[in-house]
């Protein structure tokens, strides 16, 4: 690449910010084990000083008397032992096993490899370990192997084929180049990544749903009173302790959104100064439209699922087509509401009117980079997006990716041509729009590396 200018390096005073906000938020899992042995110490008092004494009460020998201090003595225990069970219950929880991205082998796809090279020195960050592919509309820099990969500096970079395959050459190294920028920011990303395992946790523990949740429910639908009455007792105990950590999750939240968003804006100048501000607005727009798309798709692919089971072969083509036949007022809405977005005070991320803006001031022409397509870089671009579209499935939706619950998306295209021409009322789509959102057949949660 040829032309630009060198990106320089974060400010002391933004490192320091970093290590203020990564201390504050490993703070919080102290603050979470006191609030737990302080529920566990609170039930503990309750049964051995306060139990008896309630079932000492001269309340007489009526059965509401019986059921008065059943009421005052049991209660307590069931529903601050819930407090205490399902606040020790996240310290042993583990992640859902997930199958792990696609890794692109550098002698079936040098071009990519090679690509990723030159940006790599041009922003002077070190060289990813690996470069996986995998299905979301993002790229995302992360440490392989949580703790131990961040201790040894071993870096991964994860690029999502409907990004690939909606931005040119350009473009693509832009958002590579703000991954690298991540990369270079060194001490920074791993305070980041601190505060995002961290959020990341209390996200999961809050939001998981197990057997121990299913086992609950089940006692409060009962049709016996008492044992409905102990379900409702534990879902209240289960609620309160979910939300405490939840305070504590939007603590930490808040503490660390305002200094995630300038580890973006440094990573957007370097994205800038490799593709320019030009392309950076256009790609910018182009993730609006991909995103709305994306949401379109998986909206109606799980209503697809559920009328006869089955989903297309090559979600990222499926978005590419999808998107190069926007309607233009289509178009023209989703670039509005990009421009008047607003960034809130827990975003991690800059709005993309603020992004733009700054690109904009910058003015930088960037290096000279093809604008073809993307996908040209890769040699084998379909066979790798099938790949990803199955591990998708099987990953996040948990369904079946046999040849009978597959659509091979060439015969979608090709239906679609041979109807016959009419005009399509709006908003129309050139493909049946076979969209799922994720999030209805399993909780989905956010990613704890750095996105872009």
Request: aromatic residues 8%; neutral net charge.
């Given at each position: 690449?040829k032309?630009?200018?060198?990106?320089?390096?974060?400010?002391?005073?933004?490192?320091?910010?970093?290590?203020?906000?990564a201390?504050?938020?490993?703070?919080?899992?102290?603050?979470?084990?006191?609030?737990?042995?302080?529920?566990?110490y609170?039930?503990?008092?309750?049964?051995?000083?306060?139990?008896?004494?309630?079932?000492?009460w001269?309340?007489?020998?009526?059965?509401?008397?019986?059921?008065?201090?059943?009421?005052?003595?049991?209660?307590?225990?069931l529903?601050?032992?819930?407090?205490?069970?399902?606040?020790?219950?996240?310290?042993?929880?583990?992640?859902?096993?997930?199958?792990?991205?696609?890794?692109?082998?550098?002698?079936v796809?040098?071009?990519?490899?090679?690509?990723?090279?030159d940006?790599?020195a041009?922003?002077?960050?070190?060289?990813?370990?690996?470069i996986?592919?995998?299905?979301?509309?993002?790229?995302s820099?992360?440490f392989?192997?949580?703790?131990?990969?961040?201790?040894?500096?071993?870096?991964?970079?994860?690029?999502?084929?409907p990004?690939?395959?909606?931005?040119?050459?350009?473009?693509?190294?832009?958002?590579?180049?703000?991954?690298?920028?991540?990369?270079r920011?060194?001490i920074?990303?791993?305070?980041s990544?601190?505060?995002?395992s961290?959020?990341?946790?209390?996200v999961?523990?809050?939001?998981?749903?197990d057997a121990?949740?299913?086992?609950?429910?089940?006692?409060?639908?009962?049709?016996?009173?008492?044992?409905a009455?102990?379900?409702?007792?534990?879902?209240?105990?289960?609620?309160?302790?979910r939300?405490v950590?939840?305070c504590?999750?939007?603590?930490?939240?808040?503490?660390?959104?305002?200094?995630?968003?300038?580890?973006?804006?440094?990573?957007d100048?370097?994205?800038i100064?490799v593709?320019?501000?030009?392309?950076?607005?256009?790609?910018?727009?182009?993730?609006?439209?991909?995103?709305?798309v994306?949401?379109?798709?998986?909206?109606?692919?799980?209503?697809?699922?559920?009328?006869?089971?089955?989903?297309?072969?090559?979600?990222?083509?499926?978005?590419?087509?999808?998107?190069?036949?926007?309607?233009?007022e289509?178009?023209?809405k989703?670039?509005?509401?990009?421009g008047?977005?607003?960034?809130?005070?827990?975003?991690?991320?800059?709005?993309?009117?603020?992004?733009?803006s700054?690109?904009?001031?910058?003015a930088?022409?960037?290096?000279?980079?093809?604008?073809?397509?993307?996908?040209?870089?890769?040699?084998n671009?379909?066979i790798?997006?099938?790949l990803?579209?199955?591990?998708?499935?099987?990953?996040?939706?948990?369904?079946?990716?046999?040849e009978?619950f597959?659509?091979?998306?060439?015969?979608l295209?090709?239906e679609?041509?041979?109807?016959?021409?009419?005009?399509?009322?709006a908003?129309?789509s050139?493909?049946?729009?076979?969209?799922?959102?994720?999030?209805?057949?399993?909780g989905?949660?956010?990613?704890?590396?750095?996105?872009?």
């Amino acid at each position: 690449m040829k032309g630009g200018t060198k990106a320089k390096g974060p400010p002391a005073v933004y490192h320091a910010g970093l290590a203020l906000v990564a201390i504050a938020t490993v703070v919080l899992p102290i603050i979470y084990l006191a609030l737990t042995a302080l529920a566990g110490y609170g039930v503990y008092y309750f049964a051995t000083h306060d139990f008896l004494e309630i079932w000492e009460w001269p309340l007489g020998h009526t059965k509401y008397a019986l059921l008065a201090k059943v009421l005052c003595s049991c209660t307590p225990l069931l529903v601050g032992g819930c407090i205490a069970v399902f606040m020790v219950k996240p310290i042993f929880a583990r992640p859902k096993n997930r199958m792990d991205p696609i890794a692109l082998n550098p002698a079936v796809e040098p071009r990519v490899y090679q690509m990723v090279q030159d940006i790599c020195a041009t922003v002077g960050a070190p060289a990813p370990r690996r470069i996986q592919l995998d299905c979301d509309l993002n790229a995302s820099a992360s440490f392989e192997r949580g703790w131990h990969g961040m201790n040894a500096n071993k870096l991964i970079l994860t690029l999502g084929m409907p990004l690939i395959a909606g931005l040119t050459q350009r473009e693509m190294a832009g958002v590579i180049a703000h991954e690298f920028g991540h990369f270079r920011q060194g001490i920074g990303m791993r305070f980041s990544y601190m505060i995002r395992s961290v959020n990341g946790w209390f996200v999961r523990v809050i939001y998981e749903r197990d057997a121990w949740d299913a086992t609950v429910e089940g006692f409060s639908a009962t049709d016996e009173k008492w044992i409905a009455f102990m379900g409702w007792c534990m879902r209240m105990g289960i609620a309160i302790s979910r939300g405490v950590l939840w305070c504590l999750m939007m603590l930490g939240h808040a503490i660390s959104s305002l200094l995630l968003r300038q580890m973006e804006y440094d990573a957007d100048r370097c994205e800038i100064r490799v593709a320019g501000s030009a392309a950076f607005e256009t790609t910018t727009l182009k993730l609006g439209l991909l995103a709305d798309v994306m949401t379109d798709i998986n909206r109606e692919m799980l209503k697809i699922w559920r009328k006869q089971f089955q989903l297309p072969d090559n979600l990222p083509v499926l978005v590419e087509h999808r998107v190069t036949h926007l309607p233009p007022e289509k178009r023209e809405k989703i670039a509005g509401g990009i421009g008047l977005s607003k960034t809130g005070l827990l975003d991690t991320h800059p709005c993309a009117a603020d992004r733009i803006s700054q690109a904009r001031k910058l003015a930088e022409t960037g290096y000279d980079i093809s604008d073809e397509p993307a996908r040209d870089l890769f040699e084998n671009f379909d066979i790798v997006s099938r790949l990803v579209t199955l591990a998708h499935y099987e990953d996040n939706l948990n369904v079946p990716t046999t040849e009978d619950f597959l659509i091979p998306l060439e015969k979608l295209i090709k239906e679609k041509r041979e109807e016959p021409a009419e005009p399509p009322p709006a908003p129309a789509s050139p493909l049946p729009m076979m969209t799922f959102d994720p999030n209805a057949f399993q909780g989905q949660k956010p990613q704890e590396n750095q996105g872009n």
